[in-house]
C-alpha cells in the first residue's frame, strides 16, 4: 500500500514545493480537506488560506499560503496551481497587517460596489495570510 504521494505547488511566477508527502491540508471552497495518498480523484477551487504538508518521513511540517487557485487531485499525486502563493518562512506580518488597514480604510470611503467587492477580497486575502503567520509562529 502506497503511504505517500507526489505533491507540487506552483504559482504563475515559480514552482514553490515539489516532493513526497504523506498528508496534506489546505482551505477547498466548501471548507477544510485533508488528503492522504491514494485520495479519490478530485478537481476543485481552492480559496485563500495555508496549504500544510507533513513531508514523507516525516520532518517539519511545510506551510505554503496561497491567495485561491485550483487542486488536483489523482490517486499518486497533489497539483495545486495557485494564483499567488508564498512560502510560511516568506511571509511578511507587517506587510500583511498594513494592506489588510488599507483595504479596510478605502471599503469604508468607497461608493462603488464592484470596488467594494474587489477590497472584500483583498481583505479576505489578507486576513487569511495574517492566520497562516499566526499558525506558523505557534509551531
Known sequence: MTTTMRVDVVSAEESIYS???QFVVLPGEAGE??????????????????VRILPAGGGDEE????????????????????D???????LDEA?????????????????DKQEIATLQAEFAMMAAQLAAIRRLRKK
Request: net charge positive; hydrophobic share 45%.
Open 84 to 90: 499567488t502563493a508564498i512560502r510560511g518562512h516568506d
Open 63 to 82: 506551510l505554503i499560503f496561497v491567495a485561491g487557485g485550483i487542486l488536483e487531485v489523482q490517486p499518486g499525486v497533489i497539483t495545486v496551481l495557485a
Open 95 to 111: 506587510k500583511a497587517n498594513e494592506a489588510l488597514r488599507a483595504a479596510q480604510e478605502a471599503m469604508a470611503k468607497s461608493q
Open 19 to 21: 516532493g513526497e508527502a
Open 33 to 50: 480537506l485533508g488528503i492522504y495518498p491514494r485520495h479519490t480523484p478530485l478537481i476543485t477551487r481552492i480559496k485563500p488560506g495555508a
